[in-house]
T-cell receptor, first 112, second 116 residues
Framework: AQSVTQPDIHITVSEGASLELRCNYSYGATPYLFWYVQSPGQGLQLLLKYFSGDTLVQGIKGFEAEFKRSQSSFNLRKPSVHWSDAAEYFCAVGAGYSTLTFGKGTMLLVSP | GAVVSQHPSRVICKSGTSVKIECRSLDFQATTMFWYRQFPKQSLMLMATSNEGSKATYEQGVEKDKFLINHASLTLSTLTVTSAHPEDSSFYIC????????????FGPGTRLTVL
């Protein structure tokens, strides 16, 4: 069975500081990996995805993530956080877009 | 990107009543829509796949007689929680893939259901 673990329920980062959100997955084959962001009153928005190829993927809003097969990880990074990045972030794994298993989410708080 | 809306955004109802939640694709047609449930501090769990013109496909453990899904048009799917109970209180989210079931999903903003 596939599963996703986001070990941090919430993280606080100072504005301008770097960010890394952790995601570990369990999947029986080559996974399709996703990061979504959910802001209050908004639907989940796809930040980036990994299907194959280069293990470092670039996404929207300055985010990137690195697929590390040996560690079963797909951590999300951003070099400099903005106050508008405060939201909940979800990692997901699947065989494609439609069969997604989500993690429990990490709430990002940005301090001035 | 494609836009998916949900109505209402939040609803409070008494135990035993039924509640209908609408999911609309605003700028595309969707033959398939997905319904998720999210409990506090939990991940999104797929409840069912809604198929236009045919019966919905429910995930294991989801009661199809309790969570009625109707996908009557290419832009609208409805989820009716029948005889709601407090344990049905949750955040219900729909999504739709513009290009069909295997395409990227676009998510609605969710509906917060509270059953008293």
């Amino acid at each position: 069975a596939q599963s996703v673990t986001q070990p941090d329920i919430h993280i606080t980062v100072s504005e301008g500081a770097s960010l890394e959100l952790r995601c570990n997955y369990s999947y029986g084959a080559t996974p399709y990996l996703f990061w979504y962001v959910q802001s209050p009153g908004q639907g989940l928005q796809l930040l980036l995805k990994y299907f194959s190829g280069d293990t470092l993927v670039q996404g929207i809003k300055g985010f990137e993530a690195e697929f590390k097969r040996s560690q079963s990880s797909f951590n999300l990074r951003k070099p400099s956080v903005h106050w508008s990045d405060a939201a909940e972030y979800f990692c997901a794994v699947g065989a494609g877009y439609s069969t997604l298993t989500f993690g429990k989410g990490t709430m990002l708080l940005v301090s001035p | 990107g494609a836009v998916v809306s949900q109505h209402p955004s939040r609803v409070i109802c008494k135990s035993g009543t039924s509640v209908k939640i609408e999911c609309r694709s605003l700028d595309f047609q969707a033959t398939t829509m997905f319904w998720y449930r999210q409990f506090p501090k939990q991940s999104l769990m797929l409840m069912a796949t809604s198929n236009e013109g045919s019966k919905a496909t429910y995930e294991q453990g989801v009661e199809k007689d309790k969570f009625l899904i109707n996908h009557a048009s290419l832009t609208l799917s409805t989820l009716t929680v029948t005889s709601a109970h407090p344990e049905d209180s949750s955040f219900y989210i729909c999504s739709a893939p513009p290009g069909g079931a295997g395409d990227e999903q676009f998510f609605g903003p969710g509906t917060r259901l509270t059953v008293l």
